[in-house]
C-alpha cells in the first residue's frame, strides 16, 4: 500500500534525512587513498551514534555492516572490509538511518585520484539523471515518469540503467511501497500526489545494465563488469513539486 505523508511525518522523516546526510558528507570527507572500507563503516557507527541516529542497514536481512561501500564494478550493497581504497578507485557509499522511528537513505558516488574520462562522464552522467528524476516527481505525475526520465537521460548518453535493483518509498520502515525503477514508460505505475516520499536512486553502468551477485550473497557486480554509479536522494513531493530531504 502506497501511504502519502502528512506535513508532521515529512519534518520526522527530514529529520532523519538532515542526519544521513551529516553521516555521508563525513564519510566522503574521509574517503581518500589507503583507508580501508571497514574503517569508513566505523567512522558511519560512530557519526550515527553522536547524532542520536541507528544505522538502518545493519542487521536489515542480515547484511552484517552500517553502510554500504561498492567500488568499480560493483553496483550497490558492497560489505565494508579490509579492502584499501587506492588512485583510480570509484567508491558508492549508501547509508540510511532510523531517527526517532523515521528513515532516511542517501547514497553518492566518489572519484579517488585519477580515472578514464570515460568514468568521469559515467559518475556525472549518474549525478544528473537523479536531477532528471526528481524533476519528474510531481503531483499528478506516475512513477513511470520518474524512470523514463531517468532511463532516457541516461541511455541517450550511452550508458544502461540497472533494472534488477530500483528505488522505493521510505518512512516509518526502509523500503516500503512503491518500487520507483529507473527506467519505465510515462504515465505508468502509481500516481505521485503531494505527500508521497520516496528513495529515487539510479544505478548506471558503463555497459550492460545486467547484473551478477558475488558469493557473499550481498554484493551486486556488473555482469561485464564495467564501471557502475550510483547516487540516491530521499525526496517528498508537496505542492511546490519535489523537495530533496537528504540534501
Known sequence: MVVFRSKDEIYKIHESCKRVREVLDYLEQNIAEGIKTKELNSLAEKKSAQLKGVPAFKGYSGFPASVCISLNEEVVHGIPGDRVIKNGDIVKVDFGLIYQGYYGDAAFTKIVGKVADSTKKLVEITKESLAKGIEAAVDGNRIGDIGFAVQTFVENSNFNVVRAFVGHGIGRALHEEPQVPNY??????????????????????????????????????TQDRKMSAHFEHTIAVTENGAVILTK
Open 184 to 221: 519505465g514508460k510515462p504515465k505508468s505505475g502509481h500516481i505521485i500526489k503531494k505527500g508521497l516520499v520516496i528513495a529515487i536512486e539510479p544505478m548506471v553502468n558503463e555497459g550492460t545494465y545486467e547484473v551478477d551477485i558475488k558469493r557473499d550473497g550481498w554484493t551486486v557486480v
